[in-house]
């Protein structure tokens, strides 16, 4: 080995060295302190409307449209759903195609620290991102951080910003129909409008809104409390 391919070693495992030490501290801060941005809000080829409102001023059916919409294993997995990912890989083997198994912590995860796309590095440091945050933050910052820089439209970040511009209201007087309209914006933000439901959307709607009566309104109570 050069000289110089030692040096850039050598920097390199710096590099290495110093994210590991500051990625907690940066972690540990923003479990307190709200972020005052997202790499996706970054990101965004559209003007950003966000504005940040605690998860202790919002219905309890707002959370849980969004778990019953995109992981309704929330307060069960560690970051990572690991029966979730099997039961998309049987599923793509019976040739129903490879669906997401993402969990919010995921979701969290590459909205606030990555970058969009499906590669296999970035899979990886998602995941290992999503544990991260489960340890620093723990379930209720995790889901109050989600339901604060998750896209709902074209630059609209946030259930604050989503309830005022889809319904012209505070999120905090968002009903259960309204909750779960948000809920179903979140694979496709940019592309749906929650006053203006296609047929397969009024379906998703219906479905949540069964789902969540199902998973009951006490299902996310050990999380929020």
């Not at 850039?8 to 500051?22: K, N, Q």
């Not at 501290?25 to 990101?43: D, E, G, K, Y």
């Not at 001023?57 to 069960?76: C, G, I, K, N, Y």
């Not at 309204?178 to 296609?198: F, H, I, N, S």
């Amino acid at each position: 080995m050069t000289q110089r391919e030692r040096g850039f070693f050598g920097w390199a495992w710096r590099f290495v060295l110093l994210l590991a030490v500051l990625l907690p501290l940066l972690l540990l801060v923003l479990r307190f302190v709200p972020p005052p941005t997202s790499a996706f809000m970054l990101q965004s080829p559209y003007p950003v409307t966000q504005q940040w409102v605690s998860i202790d001023t919002l219905p309890a059916h707002v959370a849980l449209a969004m778990v019953a919409s995109e992981d309704q294993r929330f307060p069960e997995h560690f970051g990572v759903d690991f029966t979730a990912i099997s039961d998309a890989l049987d599923q793509a083997d019976d040739g129903d195609g490879l669906r997401g198994a993402s969990t919010i912590s995921q979701q969290t995860a590459k909205n606030l620290l990555l970058w969009p796309g499906r590669s296999l590095m970035r899979k990886g440091l998602e995941a290992g991102l999503a544990m991260s945050l489960e340890a620093i933050w723990g379930k209720k910052r995790i889901l109050e951080v989600y339901l604060n820089i998750a896209e709902f439209g074209k630059g609209i970040y946030g259930v604050e910003a989503a309830s005022r511009h889809y319904f012209g209201k505070p999120a905090s007087r968002l009903s259960r129909n309204e909750a779960a309209r948000l809920a179903v914006l979140l694979p496709g933000p940019r592309t749906r409008d929650a006053r203006k439901l296609t047929p397969y959307l009024r379906q998703r709607v219906a479905w949540v809104e069964q789902q969540m009566q199902q998973l009951g309104a006490g299902y996310l109570q050990p999380v929020l409390h």
